[in-house]
């Protein structure tokens, strides 16, 4: 037997250099579990079809077994010349059983088994990642509890925009995590397509059982096209696309408490178990889990425009190149579980600093928006009302006072429906108490809403 599974045609040896070049076992090895989950249900098809005798699937399923649980408890020792996880599999399964072992490639390629290693893989991971998606977004609901009746101020430009409740602003998360749910339980119906027995490129002159083995494995169907099959990643670069909306939903919330966390702010205390300090600077507690976040994400961007670059001059069908999907998607997934691990922690841990929240909730006019909606109430057309409106910001702004420190002359002034009545809309606690729409921060629709996370999360 030729020392490489494919080494029949070859009269020389490969050189050492193209071996190290073109080996992917140090990283597809973990791919082990789903390689044997794969190979056992393909032996088991193979003996349903009378390519193998039971008794020959049966010391295959045993041998892959063995072998699996050497590579569990890290007693396996991979080699390097058999290229990648399946062929050291495959021969690990040999040198143990002999000749049946030579038996379990048939009707398949390392194209269509790579392939379905990888897609069990990913389908595993997302269903990790959306465990850990659902516990921040717990998080994320539990705070409503502790946080209720709490007003902080809404931003747009960074500048103080209109009031809002904290629980809005938690729910707010927890909707976009909602998103990135949705779009990984889409992505798992594709990635949940069996292409083993596509074989390399063609199909296979055997008559094999494609249905039974996805049956066995979980798919929700086969592919259709072995061509198409054995090119495409399409079900890998989804993943790691809806691993980069995750990180960039992450890296926002990490950008906003960090600045939360600041002196300026001052509207947040961060768990310090979560902080690091500084080696020069005695006093220092700095969010590094959060920049971290932050930080992170590039990878992950960057991960997906690598998978993107690599795919983009592919003719039909497998080409080596595809052998660099593994890491860019091990490593995606790695760093965004890491995140949101950590992220959960950081949202259950941190404090509003409510007093230092509330003593500044009346600079900035968080009110203006609603007395100008209070004009419109009394039939001013909406540019009218924004104008007269501006007018009395300005000169609020130039008296250093608040809307609701203006005296009432000038707001009948301003307009004749600006009667003492306007005092019971200013302020932020009126502000808010004013919303009514769908979606609003309105305290009796966020509580609606809060109800419904928890119904939903079972929290
Ligand atoms: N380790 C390779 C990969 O991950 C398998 C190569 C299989 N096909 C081939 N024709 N060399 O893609």
Not at 45 to 70: F, H, R, W, Y
Not at 103 to 129: A, C, E, M, P, Y
Request: hydrophobic fraction near 45%; charge should be negative.
């Amino acid at each position: 037997m030729s020392a490489k599974p494919w080494g029949g045609v070859f009269d020389g040896a490969t050189d050492p250099r193209v071996e190290k070049f073109t080996e992917s076992v140090s990283f597809d090895h973990r791919l082990y579990a789903q390689d044997v989950r794969g190979s056992i249900a393909h032996a088991n098809m193979l003996a349903a079809v009378g390519v193998l005798t039971p008794v020959e699937a049966k010391q295959i399923s045993v041998g892959l077994e063995e072998i699996g649980g050497e590579i569990a408890a890290g007693t396996f020792a991979f080699r390097q010349d058999l290229e990648d996880v399946h062929m050291n599999i495959e021969r690990a399964l040999i040198d143990r059983i002999g000749d049946v072992g030579r038996k379990l490639h048939t009707g398949r390629s390392r194209n269509d088994q790579v392939s379905t290693d990888f897609r069990l893989w990913i389908r595993d991971t997302i269903d990790q990642i959306d465990a850990l998606l659902t516990d921040l977004q717990r998080a994320f609901v539990q705070r409503c509890g502790r946080d209720e009746g709490v007003i902080l101020p809404g931003y747009t430009h960074l500048q103080r925009a209109q009031p809002v409740l904290a629980n809005h602003y938690w729910l707010a998360y927890c909707e976009k995590l909602q998103r990135d749910r949705s779009r990984l339980a889409d992505c798992r119906g594709r990635v949940n397509q069996l292409p083993l027995g596509t074989a390399a490129l063609a199909g296979t002159t055997i008559a094999i059982d494609r249905q039974m083995v996805a049956d066995s494995l979980g798919f929700e169907g086969v592919v259709a096209n072995s061509l198409d099959s054995s090119s495409d990643r399409d079900f890998a670069i989804e993943f790691a696309f809806v691993l980069t909306m995750i990180a960039e939903h992450l890296s926002t919330w990490a950008e906003e408490w960090i600045l939360w966390s600041t002196c300026e702010f001052n509207f947040l205390q961060l768990p310090q178990a979560y902080c690091t300090g500084s080696s020069i600077m005695p006093q220092k507690i700095n969010p590094d889990v959060l920049e971290l976040t932050r930080g992170k994400t590039a990878r992950v961007v960057g991960n997906l425009q690598a998978l993107l670059v690599l795919v983009k001059g592919l003719p039909l069908a497998y080409n080596r190149d595809l052998q660099e999907d593994k890491e860019r998607v091990f490593d995606s997934a790695d760093t965004v579980s890491a995140c949101l691990e950590l992220a959960a922690a950081v949202v259950a841990g941190a404090e509003l600093n409510r007093e230092a929240i509330s003593s500044r909730l009346e600079h900035g006019y968080l009110d203006a928006t609603t007395l100008m909606e209070y004009l419109i109430g009394h039939g001013v057309p909406q540019r009218s009302a924004h104008e007269i409106i501006g007018r009395l910001v300005a000169s609020a702004m130039k008296q250093r006072m608040p809307l609701a420190e203006l005296p009432l002359a000038e707001f009948q002034q301003a307009h004749s429906a600006l009667d003492e009545k306007v005092f019971n809309v200013l302020g932020v606690e009126h502000a808010i108490a004013a919303f009514q729409s769908v979606g609003s921060t309105a305290p009796p629709k966020v509580a609606e809403q809060v109800a419904s996370w928890r119904n939903h999360l079972g929290c």
